[in-house]
């Protein structure tokens, strides 16, 4: 089956990648195979909106199933924050090393038990059955004080999972990859796919 992952991050797109590469009854299409240029304005309120919005729009390019994600990072004593809006944190002037650097900044005077955090992941697929398929993976952890590791990609370098001392940009691809957040939302899609007969 071939399927369209409609995302324009590379880090995102890369673990997809290598996520999905064990499922030989799948072909995986980026939006750069297709030639698809256009982005979309992510104007839900939720991650299921975001995902929603993203799936439906690259279907339409595409003609194809199409899978795609909204992710982010929600600190818990800052109120969820950033959220649905992790991508585009502090504006969009900013990098993704100088968005940790305003979350440590935030987080400066929480002390270690006030430091939780999870990171979220919703898939959406559109044109694989008459309604959209949606499925979510949660990864919980807290927030380092410091950078560290040069893995990954986003708030990889801020963020550490409970019981463990090194961020996530400390794992390589493969290690992150058996347990983070989009590992468990794909887990969770294909289980979907296979038990309706679609792959
Ligand atoms: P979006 O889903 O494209 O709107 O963006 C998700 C944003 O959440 C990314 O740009 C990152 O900042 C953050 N994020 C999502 N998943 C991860 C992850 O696995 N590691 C680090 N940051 C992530």
Do not use: W
């Amino acid at each position: 089956m071939n399927i369209l992952i409609a995302t324009t991050n590379n880090g995102k797109l890369n673990e997809f990648k290598k996520i999905f590469n064990f499922n030989k009854n799948i072909k995986l299409f980026t939006l750069s195979d297709l030639s698809i240029n256009d982005d979309v304005e992510e104007t839900g309120k939720t991650f299921e909106e975001n995902a929603a919005i993203k799936a439906d729009f690259y279907y339409r390019k595409s003609g194809i199933p199409t899978i795609s994600e909204d992710s982010g990072l929600e600190i818990f004593k800052l109120g969820g924050e950033p959220g649905i809006y992790s991508a585009r944190y502090g504006g969009e002037g900013l990098n993704d090393l100088e968005r940790t650097e305003l979350i440590l900044e935030k987080m400066k005077d929480f002390q270690t038990p006030y430091r939780g955090a999870q990171f979220i992941s919703v898939i959406c697929g559109v044109g694989f059955k008459k309604e959209k398929i949606f499925s979510k993976g949660l990864l919980k952890g807290y927030i380092l004080d410091k950078k560290q590791g040069l893995n990954g990609f986003g708030y990889d370098p801020i963020f550490c999972l409970n019981n463990e001392n090194l961020s996530l940009a400390c794992k390589s691809i493969d290690e992150k990859n058996q347990i983070s957040h989009r590992r468990k939302s794909i887990d969770k899609f294909l289980k979907i796919l296979i038990k309706d007969r679609i792959v």
